[in-house]
T-cell receptor, first 111, second 116 residues
């Protein structure tokens, strides 16, 4: 299983763009990269998933360089409600995605 | 994505009693579900993989006789904490393994267990 490394915490002001980078140096060929958001006392919520290059949806963008050894979650114009823990996961989808949660990044959005 | 529910959302029990937590996949037939445990200010720790119609696969260090998992249908998996003790107090979260190219996991809202 690919191990991930993220910053423990980040602070950002409201309205700013936030970029959270995750390192996964031993990512395997079949691995996908998935990001989740977790609020206190709630289950993680799926944000975005990608394999390579750039993926964008209504809430975030995911940038993955060609070597796929890292990925960056980009949250445009954050609000106070984006204060949460963000987890980067790397896993093999092959019908059985068993992943390991890292420490996650605690994002604090400041008014 | 798949919608997952858990019941109960929170439970308080006395030490020595057993507690059952249900995880339901509301709009997706889940062959595989996962059970996690999360202690305060810590990350999620995978406890076991629940496969419909077969025995669960437990992670190292998780007692299979203490944490009984039953995945009897494609929409329901249950976790029973037997003879619960205060150290079992935690936040228990299930997830379903959905389809798509990345085989994404979708998580339930979690169950808070407090053992007195």
């Amino acid at each position: 299983l690919a191990k991930t490394t993220q910053p423990i915490s980040m602070d950002s002001y409201e309205g700013q763009e936030v970029n959270i980078t995750c390192s996964h140096n031993n990512i395997a060929t079949n691995d996908y990269i998935t990001w989740y958001q977790q609020f206190p006392s709630q289950g993680p919520r799926f944000i975005i998933q990608g394999y390579k290059t750039k993926v964008t949806n209504e809430v975030a963008s995911l940038f993955i360089p060609a070597d796929r050894k890292s990925s960056t979650l980009s949250l445009p114009r954050v609000s106070l409600s984006d204060t949460a823990v963000y987890y980067c996961l790397v896993g093999d989808p092959g019908g059985y995605q068993k992943v390991t949660f890292g420490t996650g990044t605690k994002l604090q959005v400041i008014p | 994505g798949a919608v997952v529910s858990q019941h109960p959302s929170w439970v308080i029990c006395k030490s020595g009693t057993s507690v059952k937590i249900e995880c339901r996949s509301l709009d997706f037939q889940a062959t595989t579900m996962f059970w996690y445990r999360q202690f305060p200010k810590q990350s999620l720790m995978l406890m076991a993989t629940s496969n419909e119609g077969s025995k669960a696969t437990y992670e190292q260090g998780v007692e299979k006789d203490k944490f009984l998992i039953n995945h009897a249908s494609l929409t329901l998996s249950t976790l029973t904490v037997t003879s619960a003790h205060p150290e079992d107090s935690s936040f228990y979260i299930c997830s379903v393994l959905a389809g798509g190219p990345g085989e994404t996991q979708y998580f339930g809202p979690g169950t808070r267990l407090l053992v007195l």
